[in-house]
């Protein structure tokens, strides 16, 4: 029997995850009356060739669910680190971490898996949509590493595109669809998860002007209803929308104190 081309089993596994199926499976909440962020001393050491880099230098943060943060700073300064460390990509080599109140920092590669798949939302410069897929099968894909039943999935999937502006686009595939749109694709997969934190990686930096401030104009709306929002950018611009905004440099927020080594 010839063997299916991996495309074809991918979609055909996010087509099953839109089938009605059994009774959903409650998200669980984070815990009230803590912060959401909460990194200590954070370090990240990269071994070369030339020595060790210090990616971040003993950074603090702490962030309140609800909150929109951006992160600027030059090439170099620790923005893209500090993203990863955050989404729970990487661990710092020192310091703590800890995400609604579980210490991330100490977790194991499952662990961190299952936190990733149920509570942290990514949106890209490039989209990262799968061109083989509809709009709905791409907001699906985060769904194939929980054990949620097909109807939640295809219930939270389908809010998750209308939220976004795109309920008419649902059997699109990304070649139809504007740079805006695809980007709107993008934002709905990460809400789809109902995630405690969504991270966003110069997200209007292969956007026109136009569609930067409706995709911006959007981050605000989700932010006005909860939603808890991490901007990486080089647009002051894009950073003037946000809540908050702190200034790495050289791994360190600008104008903190050096730490001990």
């Not at 929109?68 to 300064?77: D, E, K, P, R, V």
């Not at 961190?112 to 990514?122: K, P, Q, T």
């Amino acid at each position: 029997m010839a063997q299916r081309a991996p495309l074809a089993a991918l979609r055909e596994l996010c087509q099953d995850l839109l089938r009605p199926a059994a009774l959903p499976q409650a998200a669980a909440e984070p815990p009230a009356g803590q912060p959401l962020v909460l990194a200590q001393g954070l370090c990240k050491f990269y071994p070369t060739q030339y020595g060790q880099v210090e990616a971040l230098r003993g950074l603090d943060l702490t962030m309140a669910g609800g909150e929109y943060l951006a992160i600027m700073g030059a090439s170099g300064s620790g923005k893209s680190t500090l993203l990863t460390l955050l989404g729970c990509l990487d661990r710092p080599s020192r310091g703590s971490y800890h995400l609604a109140g579980q210490d991330v920092s100490q977790m194991g590669d499952r662990e961190l898996s299952r936190l990733r798949a149920n509570h942290i939302g990514f949106i890209f410069q490039t989209f990262n949509l799968l061109p083989q897929l509809t709009v709905a099968e791409n907001v699906a894909l985060p769904f194939l590493y929980r054990q949620q039943s097909p109807e939640l999935v295809k219930n939270q999937v389908e809010q998750a595109i209308i939220r976004v502006g795109l309920g008419h686009r649902q059997d699109h595939r990304p070649a139809q669809l504007s740079g805006g749109e695809m980007q709107r694709v993008a934002i709905a997969r990460a809400l789809a998860i109902k995630p405690w934190l969504i991270l966003a990686d110069e997200p209007t930096g292969n956007l026109d002007s136009q569609n930067s401030q409706a995709i911006l104009a959007l981050f605000q709306e989700l932010n006005s209803q909860g939603v808890t929002l991490v901007v990486v950018t080089h647009d002051p611009q894009v950073a003037a929308r946000a809540g908050r905004t702190i200034h790495l440099l050289d791994g360190r927020p600008l104008g903190a104190p050096e730490q001990a080594p």
